[in-house]
C-alpha cells in the first residue's frame, strides 16, 4: 500500500480547513495565511512506542497524546492552537491500529479547532511520532519561561503525579490522566497578559521549574503541603506522594508565575481549570522545599531523556 | 546526559538568528513573526536509518540530508526558505557522532540563511530524523501542483537517476549526490511567477509527475531521449538508465510545467541550475512515453514507502 493511499484514507479530515488554511495536505508542503498583528508560535514532541507511552497503550490513546503534548507547548506560550503536522514512522500498516490512532488524532484536535494540514508516513523498524504544533499569539504577548520576579506567586493547574501514579498503577483509573492528558490551551489564553513567565510540566516540577528559575535567575520556595494531589495518591507515605507530584513527569499542567495583584485579578475569571498557589519567586537562586513551614531536602529527579 | 545538555552543546547555532525570529531554541515554543504580505510554507520530512539512507551513510551526510529533503518541499512551492525544527530520536549518545550531524545540519541551513529554532531529541532504540521547515511566500503567489495546462512544456533541473546510480554503486563519485542533495530554493523562487505548476523530484520522475497530472487532471507525453543523465548511466542500456531516472528517486530536482511564452521569459536569467525541457502537457489524461518518437511500454515504478 502506497503512503498516499493512508493519508487519504485516514490523514485528511472529514471537516473543512479554517479560514486561513491557504492549502493543506495534497502538495509539498501546507500554506497558512498569518492573521494579522501575530506571531507564529511553533513546536515539535516527538513520542517513541515503549519510551513516551507503554507499548500497551491503545491506538486511539497514543493519537490523542501525540497532538496534546504539543498543544501543551502552545498553551504554555499562551498562544491560540491552529493547526498541526503529523511525521510518523510505523513499522506495518495495520488498518484497525490506524483508524484508531487517526481517531486520536483528531479527537484531540477537535475541540481546539485545530487542523491537520501536512506530514509524512513513513515505514521503520520503531513506531515512532513526531508532531509539529503552529499556534498564534499576539505580537509580542507570549509568555515566555523568563520574567518571574521576587514576590510572585507559583501557581500550577489541576493536579501533579497522575499520570506517573497512573504509569506505575496501569488499570487503575488514573491511567486516564496518562493516557488521555488534556492540554491547557484555553487556561494558556486567559493566563496571557497576566503571568511573568510560564511552562508546562512534562519532566515533572522539579525539573521544570528549574528552567524557569534559570531564565528568570532567581530562586522558588516551594510548600509541599501545597501541592494539588489526587485523593489516590494521599494515602500514600509523603515521600511517594512528592516522588508523584515533583518528579513523575507527564503531568502537562501548566505552571507559572504571577503578581500577588495579577493573580487576584485572573481568578476573578471563570477559568478553565482550577488553579493552587504552590510557593513563591526569591532572590536567593536555587530551589528549596518546605512541609509546614519545615525545610526538606528530597533527592528527586525528573525525567530522564536519555537513560 | 540530559536531553538539555545535548541540544545546548550541539544544536544551539552560533550565529545569530534572523531578525524575525522572536524566539528560538530555550523554551517550549519558538516564536516568528511574519513578513508583511505573506503566506507560511510548511512541509515535514522524515529520514530512517537503513530506509531513507544506508546504515553506512557518514552523520554529516545524514544532516545535511535531513535538512535538505525538507528545503527541497519548500523550493517545490517557490517558497523563501526560512527556518527548521528538529526532532531526532537516537539509540545512544555519541559525541562524535553528533558533532558531525549537526554540523550537516548546519552546513545545509547556512547557504540559505536557514536558522534551526526548535525540536526535540529523544532516545529511542532506532535512529529517525523528522526535520520540519518553514519559508515564505507572497501572498497568493505559491506554486502547487495544480494548473498544468495543454501545451505547456515539462521540465527538469539537474540531472535525474544520480542518486539511485549511487545507491547501487557506493563509492561511485555520484553516491555525493545520495548523500549531498542540492536543494532547488534559489530555481524554485526564480520559477515564481513563470511555471503553471511544480513539484520537488523524490519518489522518481514518473510517480511525482503523475501527482502534478491527477491535480491538473491533464495526460503528459515524455521523451526520453531529452532525460538528463548523467554521462556515468549513459553507458548502460537504455533500460537500465530509463529505470534510474524515471524510477529511482531522491534527486531532489524541480519538475515543472510551464507555457512556451513563458519558458522563454524564464531562460533570459541566469538561473540557478540547468533546466531540460523532457516533454509537453496533454489533452488525454495518462502519461505517455516516447523514445525518438517511438512510442514505449516500461514497467517502472517509483519509490514504495512501504514494502
Chains 1, 2 share one sequence.
Not at 1 to 18: H, P
Not at 42 to 59: E, K, N, Q, S, Y
Not at 278 to 298: A, F, H, N, S, T
Request: net charge negative.
Amino acid at each position: 500500500m502506497a503512503e498516499f493511499s493512508i493519508i487519504e484514507q485516514y490523514f485528511k479530515q472529514a471537516r473543512l480547513y479554517q479560514n486561513n488554511v491557504v492549502l493543506g495536505i495534497c502538495d509539498d508542503s501546507a500554506i497558512v495565511s498569518p492573521p494579522p498583528d501575530h506571531e507564529l508560535v511553533i513546536c515539535t514532541d516527538t513520542l517513541v512506542d515503549g519510551r513516551h507511552f507503554p507499548t500497551t497503550t491503545a491506538a486511539h490513546a497514543i493519537g490523542w497524546k501525540s497532538v496534546a503534548v504539543n498543544l501543551s507547548d502552545l498553551a504554555a506560550m499562551g498562544a491560540i492552537p491552529h493547526s498541526i503536522l503529523l511525521a510518523i514512522t510505523l513499522p506495518n500498516i495495520d488498518h484497525a491500529w490506524l483508524k484508531n490512532f487517526s481517531q486520536g488524532i483528531f479527537d484531540c484536535c477537535a475541540p481546539y479547532g485545530v487542523d491537520l494540514i501536512g506530514g509524512d508516513t513513513t515505514q521503520g523498524p520503531h513506531l515512532t511520532i513526531s508532531v509539529t504544533a503552529l499556534g498564534w499569539v499576539k505580537r509580542g504577548q507570549a509568555i515566555t519561561r523568563k520574567g518571574a520576579c521576587v514576590g510572585d506567586y507559583i501557581v500550577v493547574s489541576g493536579q501533579l503525579g497522575d499520570a506517573a501514579f497512573g504509569l506505575q498503577h496501569l488499570g487503575h483509573p488514573l491511567q486516564h490522566r496518562l493516557d488521555y492528558p488534556s492540554p491547557r490551551c484555553l487556561l494558556g489564553q486567559q493566563i496571557q497578559g497576566f503571568a511573568s513567565s510560564m511552562i508546562d510540566l512534562s519532566d515533572g516540577l522539579i525539573q521544570d521549574l528549574k528552567h524557569i528559575l534559570n531564565a528568570s535567575q532567581v530562586g522558588a520556595r516551594l510548600n509541599l503541603e501545597k501541592l494539588p494531589i489526587d485523593t489516590a495518591l494521599q494515602q500514600l507515605p509523603s515521600a511517594q506522594q512528592w516522588q508523584y507530584a515533583l518528579a513523575g513527569g507527564d503531568d502537562y499542567e501548566l505552571c507559572f508565575t504571577i503578581s500577588q495583584n495579577n493573580y487576584q485579578q485572573l481568578i476573578q475569571q471563570k477559568l478553565a481549570t482550577p488553579l493552587h498557589i504552590i510557593g513563591c519567586i526569591e532572590e536567593p537562586v536555587g530551589l528549596r522545599l518546605y512541609d509546614q513551614e519545615k525545610q526538606k531536602y528530597l533527592d528527586l529527579n525528573g525525567y530522564q531523556h536519555f537513560a
